[in-house]
């Protein structure tokens, strides 16, 4: 027989194909990290992203269909892979990491409310209700800052690689909506996993991938304009080469 605690066969497949996704964007950020040293510090951020997510997953599939026991720890991988994420993408459109000190409170306040033993008169959904707060906000963030200068950069294409950033921001403010509204049905999502999360899996694939791939298209991106660049005009003084006028 089967013992209970192991993860049925749908759910291991999903997982095993998440992180076969995830190790292959990891190679991906480390050949950049390693080729392009213009773009390692958000290459090394989102390679840290790749192995938070990655540490997501298998502590949420390896679970015995109940979520609890690993609540916190869930709670602050999610906070750490959107820190990462949303870091790596200002260190890509400014050069350096500008709000570090944002993302740091946004992820220790969200770890504190997961992890701090609260007193039994604050309800369960009060610490649930801040820590979707503060995932929202480190999604919400990056939108905010880095929509006009990647459109700046990129023109009309600097969107999609927010794109991710919105569609999960606006899962996490439906949730807020359905706690608000029913917070006891809201609440009962994170203790129990019929399918030990592997349904879960699958928008969290897909947003992973849309995210990871997006990024890496606007960093070949802007190699291919600096060296279209650099083959036209002449580094010294600024003018035209011949072939450019040719």
Known sequence: PVAHNVPPMDAQLALTLILIQLGLFALCWLLVALLMPGERRPALLFLAS???????????????????????????LGLLSAGLVSAGAEAFVRGHVRHARVWLALLASGAAVAWWPLPEAISEVAPLAAYQGCFLLLLLLPVLWLQRPLRCEFGRFGWL????????????????????LDP???????????????SSLIPFAISAGLFHIGWLALMLGRQVVRARSAARTDTLTGVLRREAFE
């Open 50 to 76: 790749c192995a938070s997510d990655a540490a997501t997953a298998w502590l949420q599939v390896g679970q015995d269909g109940s979520l609890r026991p690993v609540a916190s720890g869930l709670m602050t």
């Open 161 to 180: 690689p927010l794109l991710p950033f919105g569609l999960m921001g606006l899962a996490v403010l439906a949730f807020l909506v359905h706690l608000a």
């Open 184 to 198: 006891a049905d809201a609440s009962r999502s994170y203790a129990a996993r019929s399918d030990h999360g592997a």
